[in-house]
């Protein structure tokens, strides 16, 4: 059965920095682009940060870039997120998603890490 | 970058009704659509994929349709577990969803 469980959410001040990760079991992960998708409370979904299945490519929405760094250990069947420079608008549940198909259609979501920016 | 505009934003319906919720791109993403059903508490499940085509497991009440720029997701006869947050995601050019519809009774 496929599995994906995100940690490393908490409290942390504007302009600190927080790791999230993702443990990705039940599928063949190595083969899998994976996908960060954040959603604010009260509010509607946000793609946040691809990775391909090798790590070789990444993309990430403006609203992050230059912030965030999205990276994946397949050893380990880990993706991680890094957020630096965190914002009070960065506050939400963080997803990571495993990605299917050529354009990496969003099929299967963890059950999310809460952020929380605030002083 | 594309935008994905959902209407309505809410919508009340019954058990029964037949329910229709619109999905329109800024630009042509010909069939790069899906539909998710997100229920309070409940991470997103993905109901339909290239605009028409039903997940495995999902309902047959369900389905898709549309291409280029409109697209529709159709409920044919509202149950009581289909009370959710539903949202479309183009992801013909990265990936953007639409601001969800809340289906309420």
């Given at each position: 059965q496929l599995h994906l469980v995100e940690s490393g959410g908490g409290v942390v001040q504007p302009g600190r920095s927080l790791r999230l990760s993702c443990a990705a079991s039940g599928f063949t992960f190595s083969s899998s682009a994976i996908h960060w998708v954040r959603q604010a409370p009260g509010k509607g979904l946000e793609w946040v940060a691809i990775i391909s299945y090798d790590g070789s490519d990444e993309f990430y929405a403006d609203s992050v870039k230059g912030r965030f760094t999205i990276s994946r250990d397949n050893y380990k069947n880990t993706l991680y997120l890094q957020m630096n420079?965190?914002?009070?608008?960065?506050?939400a549940v963080y997803y990571c998603a495993k990605g299917r198909g050529g354009r990496s259609l969003i099929d299967y979501w963890g059950h999310g890490t809460r952020v929380t920016v605030s002083s | 970058d594309i935008q994905m505009t959902q209407s309505p934003s809410t919508l009340s319906a019954s058990v029964g009704d037949r329910v229709t919720i619109t999905c329109r791109a800024s630009?042509?993403?010909?069939?790069?659509l899906a539909w998710y059903q997100q229920k309070p508490g409940e991470v997103p499940k993905l109901l339909?994929?290239?605009?028409?085509s039903l997940e495995s497991?999902?309902?047959?009440r369900f389905s898709g349709s549309g291409s280029v720029t409109e697209f529709t997701l159709t409920i044919s006869s509202l149950q009581p577990d289909d009370f959710a947050t539903y949202y479309c995601l183009q992801y013909y050019s990265y990936w953007t969803f639409g601001q969800g519809t809340k289906v309420e009774i």
């Open positions: 420079s965190l914002r009070a608008e960065d506050t | 630009q042509s993403i010909s069939s790069w339909i994929y290239e605009a028409s497991g999902v309902p047959s």
